[in-house]
């Protein structure tokens, strides 16, 4: 297999083509699912904790919706999407506390819960993907162009779109639709670097590459943080070597847990039931703070979720939110740390 390299070397550190590497993005996913998830005095207020518990970066979610994988037409939808107006607000208002911003755009399927967006275009014809990605383009565009009026200092142009990744061809002229009205740093975000590595061919049209990183890294129930140690050490070369092979920084653009029993297992897995369990997340949280020290490719990572409803979360919850959990002390004090650059 012959990998394509941007004009750094091989195996040499990671270059910013746009100047100096800025600081480590500690950063946390920004979740709403709905037209008005991000107006009014509970998403300011959800904010202002995000912001308190040392993170730096806020990534706003936006989420964009077609039927089924073999849909070709991308909606932003009446109720699910969040309103241009309801997304503008909550950017400006995380400027304004100082936080910087990735604008993280998301498709999503409405009508086949049992499918998911990796599995797009699965049996399409030719003329099929033609129509599809015309769609996208103009979907990502048009966040694109929000995102350069409104300052995101940084803007995702796809998010584990498995299945089309393949259409090279495709993924560079959508990039390049992209730069002609953004003009900051660019970010795609992958989730095979375990299963397929060298999925993506064209991250030399990106600044970094971006990881959803929910990999299995313990067998054990209820681990301690000492457990996850030989898991983080085997993934961490499979991410490192992908920097490596492309002279790229790499970005968690998604790293999270579950507070529920066996959260460390399949930690994508949404739908898991069990009690509740805050210390398997705690340690998985400390585990991942841990491992990723002293690594100079990895240029930051955004804990999946943080909601704008300001009750979510809580001793009693089994989400993805730190919040108001044993959880958010460690992210709290990791974060505040120097060492994360």
């Given amino acids: 297999m012959i990998f394509l390299v941007s004009c750094a070397t091989a195996g040499a550190p990671a270059v910013d083509p746009k100047g100096p590497l800025p ?5 946390i996913a920004y979740t709403g699912y709905w037209s008005g998830a991000y107006e009014g005095e509970g998403p300011r207020a959800a904010m202002m904790e995000l912001a308190a518990a040392n993170a730096r ?25 969040p309103t241009d107006s309801s997304l503008s607000a909550i950017i400006r208002y995380a400027k304004s506390l100082g936080l910087e911003v990735l604008l993280k755009p998301h498709v999503d ?4 819960p049992s499918r998911w967006r990796g599995e797009i275009g699965i049996g399409f014809m030719e003329s099929d993907w033609a129509i599809w990605f015309a769609s996208y383009r103009e979907f990502i565009v048009h966040y694109a162009a929000m995102a350069e009026n409104l300052g995101a200092d940084m803007f995702c142009v796809g998010c584990e779109l498995d299945s089309t990744v393949g259409r090279e061809n495709d993924w560079r002229q959508t990039i390049a639709a992209v730069r002609a009205v953004y003009k900051g740093r660019l970010i795609y975000a992958d989730d095979q670097v375990e299963t397929k590595p060298e ?35 085997r993934y961490l070369a ?15 653009t998604e790293i999270g847990y579950r507070s529920i029993r066996g959260g460390a297992q399949n930690p994508w897995n ?19 703070f841990r491992a990723i020290q002293g690594e100079d490719w990895l240029r930051g990572m955004y804990w999946w979720q943080w909601s704008p409803d300001p009750d979510e979360g809580g001793a009693a919850d089994k989400g993805y939110s730190p919040h108001g959990k044993t959880a958010e002390k460690v992210l709290r004090t990791w974060y505040k740390r120097a060492f994360l650059r």
Wanted: proline residues 3%; charged residues 25%; positive net charge.
């Fill in 270 to 288: 949404w739908q898991r039931n069990g009690p509740v369990d805050l210390e398997v997340q705690a340690n998985a949280y400390e585990a991942a």
């Fill in 199 to 233: 999925a993506v061919r064209w991250w030399d049209a990106l600044d970094y590459i971006g990881m959803d990183a929910y990999p299995t890294l313990t067998e054990k129930i209820r681990p301690a943080v000492g457990d996850f140690a030989a898991g983080w050490s």
């Fill in 109 to 112: 399927l409405l009508r086949e």
């Fill in 57 to 81: 970066w806020v990534q706003a979610l936006v989420t964009g919706y077609q039927d089924t994988i073999k849909s070709t037409v991308i909606s932003r939808t009446g109720q699910e999407t």
């Fill in 23 to 27: 600081a480590f993005q500690k950063g």
């Fill in 238 to 252: 499979k991410l490192r070597a992908l920097a490596r092979r492309w002279g790229k920084s790499l970005i968690l």
